[in-house]
T-cell receptor, first 111, second 117 residues
Framework: KNEVEQSPQNLTAQEGEFITINCSYS?????LHWLQQHPGGGIVSLFM???GKKKHGRLIATINIQEKHSSLHITASHPRDSAVYIC?????????????FGKGTKLSVKP | GAGVSQTPSNKVTEKGKYVELRCDPI?????LYWYRQSLGQGPEFLIY????????DSGLPNDRFFAVRPEGSVSTLKIQRTERGDSAVYLC???????????????FGEGSRLTVL
């Protein structure tokens, strides 16, 4: 069993829909990252969370430390949101960059 | 430069050859990280530099892999006696600091795609 599990693996949505991507992890963590990877490989860091909720534009990330679960929400989705979204955690006591990554959720938003 | 720069963007080599991959981080970023991403998988951690020293090299798969950052800026990932299983995208990232939680945001390069024939 992977230490970081994401669901769904693949997601197709219509433009304008509200999207939720889930991440569950099995280790104690000091931080959780949500990353966006576009075709061609470039990765952008969206959020780094240790508790609560963060919002940036149409993106919202939440984390529940007790339940070892995080969600990434996209409101009013747009075709340009199509990408792979990756959840990654920093295990408690681990070095800052020693992340454990999920396999990613491939999102396709149709116009 | 404005972002993290990785060269080459693509490298095709033959089994058994030596390969070097270069990463030029954002100016002023003291922390630098190498990751490897195989097809269809999430990235996996290789090594983390704080300044010139390797703060955590626990992700290097074996002694064929080595990385240096002699002046605390540019880093080179070196792979000896390449194997077909080394084929992957090698990603580099940098951050302002490795120890400051508030500065833990990572900036990634576009990656170097290595293909070992």
């Amino acid at each position: 069993k992977n230490e970081v599990e994401q669901s769904p693996q693949n997601l197709t949505a219509q433009e304008g829909e509200f999207i939720t991507i889930n991440c569950s992890y099995s280790v104690g963590i000091s931080a959780l990252h949500w990353l966006q990877q576009h075709p061609g490989g470039g990765i952008v860091s969206l959020f780094m969370l240790s508790s609560g909720k963060k919002k940036h534009g149409r993106l919202i990330a939440t984390i529940n430390i007790q339940e070892k679960h995080s969600s990434l929400h996209i409101t009013a989705s747009h075709p340009r949101d199509s990408a792979v979204y990756i959840c990654a955690v920093t295990p408690y006591g681990g070095s800052q960059g020693n992340l454990i990554f999920g396999k990613g959720t491939k999102l396709s938003v149709k116009p | 430069g404005a972002g993290v720069s990785q060269t080459p963007s693509n490298k095709v080599t033959e089994k058994g050859k030596y390969v070097e991959l270069r990463c030029d981080p954002i100016s002023g970023h003291t922390a630098l990280y190498w990751y490897r991403q195989s097809l269809g998988q999430g990235p996996e951690f290789l090594i983390y530099f704080q300044g010139t020293g390797a703060a955590d090299d626990s992700g290097l798969p074996n002694d064929r892999f080595f990385a240096v950052r002699p002046e605390g800026s540019v880093s080179t990932l070196k792979i000896q006696r390449t194997e077909r299983g080394d084929s992957a995208v090698y990603l580099c990232a940098s951050s302002l600091s490795g120890t400051s939680f508030r500065s833990g945001e990572l900036f990634f390069g576009e990656g170097s795609r290595l293909t070992v024939l």
